[in-house]
T-cell receptor
Framework: QKEVEQNSGPLSVPEGAIASLNCTYS??????FFWYRQYSGKSPELIMF????GDKEDGRFTAQLNKASQYVSLLIRDSQPSDSATYLC????????????FGQGTILTVHP | DVKVTQSSRYLVKRTGEKVFLECVQD?????MFWYRQDPGLGLRLIYF???????EKGDIPEGYSVSREKKERFSLILESASTNQTSMYLC?????????????FGAGTRLSVL
């Protein structure tokens, strides 16, 4: 069983719509959850992190965490073509030294 | 701003060569990591280090070694490069501050082994 699983994608949404990216994880001891965005040919960049159950909002991005269901999601409101990228979910905690476990990534395409 | 610098963006090497990939961070982070990223396989951890001269194997250490002689520098070594080590290599660093282990990535090195 994969430790971190993301919805397989690719995901295609029209400009202005809400994009919903989902991630489940297997380690119940996980403490911190991250969403990275990776443009083609570039390195991952952090866009959101969340530690507590509930929602966390930052501009057009909302991260949602449900530790009981071992589920974390990222919502992108008013999606723009510039949001087209691969989104990586990463999880840490329950392991030492800040190791992250990454999901496979979901490719998002926002079409005009 | 955190800066993680990888010495090369692109490298082409021949099978059997010894290859050094260098990574330097300027934020006094304790933790440093080396990943490789391949299509369909995602990011896989090769080695990490939580202190000078300390190293731990990640998920795929075979064929690689690392060196951390100074806090800011973490080197990945391919002892004898093989074609299956053609990949994108990413270095990252993070502070050692409990659960807030945000990792910051370098630009990556795309290595081709011919």
């Amino acid at each position: 069983q994969k430790e971190v699983e993301q919805n397989s994608g690719p995901l295609s949404v029209p400009e202005g719509a809400i994009a919903s990216l989902n991630c489940t994880y297997s380690d119940r001891g996980s403490q911190s959850f991250f969403w990275y965005r990776q443009y083609s040919g570039k390195s991952p960049e952090l866009i959101m992190f969340i530690y507590s159950n509930g929602d966390k909002e930052d501009g057009r991005f909302t991260a949602q965490l449900n530790k009981a269901s071992q589920y974390v999601s990222l919502l992108i409101r008013d999606s723009q073509p510039s949001d087209s990228a691969t989104y990586l979910c990463a999880v840490t905690g329950g392991t030492s030294y800040g190791k992250l476990t990454f999901g496979q990534g979901t490719i998002l395409t926002v079409h005009p | 701003d955190v800066k993680v610098t990888q010495s090369s963006r692109y490298l082409v090497k021949r099978t059997g060569e010894k290859v050094f990939l260098e990574c330097v961070q300027d934020m006094d982070h304790e933790n440093m990591f080396w990943y490789r990223q391949d299509p369909g396989l995602g990011l896989r951890l090769i080695y990490f280090s939580y202190d000078v001269k300390m190293k731990e194997k990640g998920d795929i250490p075979e064929g690689y070694s690392v060196s951390r002689e100074k806090k800011e520098r973490f080197s990945l070594i391919l002892e004898s490069a093989s074609t299956n080590q053609t990949s994108m290599y990413l270095c990252a660093s993070s502070p050692q501050s409990g659960a807030k282990n945000i990792q910051y990535f370098g630009a990556g090195t795309r290595l081709s082994v011919l």
